[in-house]
């Protein structure tokens, strides 16, 4: 891995003409973080649009970078090094975004259950569901029952994204569920669990849509939920 990650970017990605060839590929190969901005920057400079960037370039390589990861190529830790490659991205593309239209999948709240304070899966997730083009609101970590609910009905999500790491935080999911059916808001949204505490049969238990084993497959989910 720090051989992967302390590499200088490749000849064949120097000699791409095609500027969102070239970022797709240093997402998916795991080039160097400076020479990665340095691309993302030359794009923007060659008046390529942000929307562009995103779609044809982050998205591109994640889809690439993901599929790696399910074969078995790659690892958590070099996945997370590609998500936060798109953080990168995201950071210098979004004051042009605000201003470019860009094509939006669906909405996802997303969260860490109370009791919980992990969140390197949800990042892993939310990072990659936004290069999928899903606007995703982070309640971050800790998050009640109550506070899912009204985000619900606040926001009007497609999906709410349950993250949970810890089995002593798994009846939170069950009563966060249970507080959508009461209030009839669980008919609109799509509920996904996801964290090494979830199961499929614990899905089943408490009536969750659906349990994803990874931030790839959760994406997944989400991609095809919401596809038109």
């Given at each position: 891995m720090a051989d992967r990650l302390s590499v200088t970017i490749s000849s064949d990605v120097m000699m791409m003409s095609e500027p969102l060839e070239g970022i797709a590929h240093a997402i998916s190969n795991l080039e160097s973080s400076q020479q990665f901005v340095e691309l993302v920057t030359r794009a923007l400079q060659e008046k390529v649009s942000s929307v562009e960037i995103v779609e044809k370039g982050l998205r591109k390589?994640?889809?690439?970078?993901?599929?790696?990861?399910?074969?078995?190529?790659?690892?958590?830790?070099?996945?997370?090094?590609?998500?936060?490659?798109?953080?990168?991205?995201?950071?210098?593309?979004?004051?042009?975004?605000?201003?470019?239209?860009?094509?939006?999948?669906?909405?996802?709240?997303?969260?860490?259950?109370?009791?919980?304070?992990?969140d390197i899966g949800k990042n892993i997730f939310k990072m990659m569901a936004e290069a999928n083009g899903f606007d995703v609101q982070d309640?971050?970590?800790?998050?009640?029952?109550?506070?899912?609910?009204?985000?619900?009905?606040?926001?009007?999500?497609?999906?709410?994204?349950?993250?949970?790491?810890?089995?002593?935080?798994?009846?939170e999911i069950g009563t966060t569920v249970a507080a959508l059916e009461k209030s009839g808001a669980k008919r609109s949204v799509k509920v996904l669990l996801g964290g090494n505490a979830v199961t499929e049969s614990f899905r089943k238990e408490v009536g969750a849509d659906a349990a994803a084993v990874d931030a790839v497959q959760g994406v997944d989910y989400c991609v095809r939920w919401t596809k038109k």
């Open positions: 390589g994640l889809h690439e970078l993901g599929q790696k990861y399910e074969a078995g190529e790659f690892f958590l830790s070099e996945l997370l090094y590609g998500a936060s490659l798109v953080d990168q991205a995201m950071t210098i593309l979004r004051p042009n975004l605000k201003t470019e239209k860009i094509e939006t999948k669906g909405r996802i709240v997303l969260g860490t259950v109370r009791g919980d304070i992990h309640l971050g970590v800790d998050v009640a029952p109550e506070r899912f609910s009204e985000s619900v009905g606040e926001m009007s999500p497609d999906i709410l994204g349950l993250s949970s790491l810890l089995t002593t935080t798994l009846s």
